[in-house]
């Protein structure tokens, strides 16, 4: 059974950093792909970073592009996201993903970013203040 367990949310001032866990079980991990996704009230999911687990390869959206880092400890199953200058509009509730099985196991970042994932975690909140 895949399991998916965030951690590291919390609150930080505008400018300030965050670093959120993702521990996967339950599946081959480095077949996977990755991705954290967020969302705000009131506004539509977003994939912010993904990562191919078997070649490392990331994406990122363009809104946290040259901000957040997405790596993997492939020994531990845990994909991590370092948020770097967050800003309030950073703030919404994060999500780990897992697409366990994809027709690429070993794709790009942006093949990730084209998957359907169908696997989640719990989520965790990040709220920037100004």
């Known amino acids: 059974q895949v399991h998916l367990v965030e951690s590291g949310g919390g609150s930080v001032q505008a400018g300030g950093s965050l670093r959120l866990s993702c521990a996967a079980s339950?599946?081959?991990?480095?077949?996977?792909?990755m991705g954290w996704f967020r969302q705000a009230p009131g506004k539509e999911r977003e994939g912010v970073a993904h990562i191919s687990a078997g070649t490392g390869s990331t994406y990122y959206a363009d809104s946290v592009k040259g901000r957040f880092t997405i790596s993997q400890d492939n020994a531990e199953n845990t994909v991590y996201l370092q948020m770097d200058s967050l800003k309030p509009e950073d703030t919404a509730m994060y999500y780990c993903?897992?697409?366990?099985?994809?027709?690429?196991?070993w794709g790009s970042g942006g093949y990730c970013a084209t998957r359907d994932y169908n696997y989640w975690g719990q989520g965790t909140q990040v709220t920037v203040s100004s």
């Open positions: 339950g599946y081959t991990y480095s077949r996977a792909c």
């Open positions: 993903a897992a697409d366990q099985n994809p027709r690429r196991p």
